[in-house]
């Protein structure tokens, strides 16, 4: 039997225990949470004996099975019901000290989750861990590009201050007008290790460009460059590799209502941060587990019982689990979140997302990796996969009919290449489904 | 404090030791021409334990350093004014602006590194911010249903976009709201800007008159109507209606005669704040 494989630099024992010690740990953990939640949080102790769960069965991660999801709709519903932001799911414990709301914005409304002091160093520690599996080590500065308004700005500060990192803030926002501050930061700064929302990435190429500097010179000193904000495809690791000079390119992902995930070194996926939660993945349809590497709806417990505590959340994202075991040791299992079900699309008889055109693009027309896409609502409403493109400078019609060929031997649909002049930054590595009435 | 440690006040000092006042014109040239993004404000050598890009320079931005003592007291100013505004306990604070806007930073020991206790936290209250945004209007009309603060602070240049947005689709939540405060990214909104507001959300709403480069902040009075100064301040009237400030909680990176531009200091007095040295600016 090949021996497991150590973790090279553990961040905790916890990183050390096999797979089946962890879910054993997994198990202790949710059935705490769960009897917190009975005891102290009115909308779960109501909701649970409405399904006739009794907390003191709790064995297993299975026995979850018996505890109803819950969706964003649902907590719209609640608190358009109670007309207020709070929804019975908060915990506090220390009424001396103010909480500190935060924001979970989606197609269909935004909700408000809880933060405080506990919840600050329990989230934070698990935070720090998944921030040591992408690459992130002591020392060096730590930069702020939009503090305070979202969820992962409520422990950067945390992360700041365990890393023994200067805090360096920079003003404004995760806009492309912002840009040049944050270009300034990293010039003035210096950090080895740089945490960034996608579509910034090449907002910040470009401010870098315009002033005169050349990006991989920008990124000279960085190590690890963590990215967020959509799911990072094979390609478009080489792509951010090769454009910036960064050795490593990580991937964090996660949900405001408690999930976080990065990539280890191995970069098969990311593992899950079992101290902040345990997630499943469900057929949509029938609510079952699916097999490990197949797509299902995303359904977590967090496992901080401090703030805003959501259990057997469905955030409606196409997720995928692997429990087999990582080359790198952790124990955890390693997720891949693909895209949201709302953005899926039917296509020669199969539910895609925006993702899977990617890959297939990089794989067939290894130019393309890099290039922002939109795919046409039109197009997919009459059954063809139409997607508009910014023209290349040569080769354009040569490009287009290998794309086609390559992408309806892919699909099983056709293929129209629409060429444009120039697609938003904000699309690239982040492909929407859009009307062409929006691209104008 | 020695002054002469610090290399942007080096050349500045008279025999006496005292600076010449400053601007941030000053800040942006030093920092241009030594290229240093403290312009010269920091010992050399030293390693701040935060860093904070003054949103009010652009060539090129400059820095501010903070260590934790020293946010603790910004805080406390910034806590004095939220509670003279009238927030208190188990109350919610929201911000409409960007979280480095130091009055939203120092709200929440969330919100920032090294911060012991938030402005607004430490008096048992809430915080919620909203990113400074035009485009985040319509969340801002969602926090105001369901979060109900009783106080708003926000940009100057989204009154528009917010007094459209209630004109549209009804005042909701803006009933919970007991007062607000425009901000401005250096100096104070005119009061137009706040009368506009208040007339849009139907509360007084105060001016805050800030000036990241010096670590200040202060608040207008509905009494007297002018600004009230917090003590951890010292203002000086140079001659021709020019006030200059320091901030003396400061000692890693000094705020010292900073150039606030031209107003009056008057003496204490109002009844809201019988203390307090007050600005006519």
Redesign the interface.
Known sequence: MTPRARVAEPFDRLDTLSSAALRRWWTGRVRRVLEIAVAELPFYAEKFAAAGFDVQRFRSLDDLDQLPTFRKQDMLAW?TER???RLGIERRID?????????S?GTI??T?LT???RW?RAQGKSSARAHWWAGFRPGS??VIS?????SY??IQ??L??FFEA????????Y?PRYAD?IV??LR??RPRYVTMFLPMVFSILTAARRSGIEPRALFDQVEVLLVTGAPITPGMERHLKEVTGVGRISEVAGVTEGVLATSCAEGRGLHVAPDTCYIEALDPRTRQRVRPRERGSMVHCFLIPEGSVYLRYDSEDVVTIDDSECPCGLPSPRIKILGRWEHSFRLGGDTLLAYDVQLALEDGVPETVGMPFVISREGLNAGRLRLLMPEPERDAHDLAARLRGHLQARFGAAVEVVWVRDLPLQFKGVAPVLSETQIG | MDLREFPFYRSRLDARGVPEPWSLDDLEDYAAEHDD?FAGRVREGS?????????ATSE??V?AALGPAELDAWAGVVSRLWRRFGLG??E?IA?FD???NPC??LS????????R??A??????????????ASMTA?ML??L????PVGLVMRRDLVAPLAEALATHGQRGAKSLRWAAVSEVEGAAATKDADRLADVLGVPVRRLLRADAAFFVAGDCPECGQFHLDRSYRAESLGEGEIVLSAPFVGGCPAIRYRLGRGELLPAGCPLERKAVRLAW
């Open positions: 608190q007309k207020c932001h009424r001396s000290v103010g909480e500190t709301f935060t924001v914005s409304g935004t408000f933060v405080n002091q600050r500065p730590f939009a503090p305070a308004w979202h700005a409520a500060p945390y700041a201050e200067p805090c360096v803030v920079v003003s404004g926002t806009l501050r300034d930061a003035r700064f | 993004p390693r701040p334990a935060v860093a904070l890009q003054i949103e090129p931005p820095w306990a188990d919610t911000f960007y979280g480095s939203v930073l929440s020991s969330i919100y920032v590194s090294h911060l206790r938030g607004a936290t430490r008096l048992g209250a809430h915080t919620i911010c909203n990113d400074g945004v969340r969602v926090i249903e369901n979060v109900r």
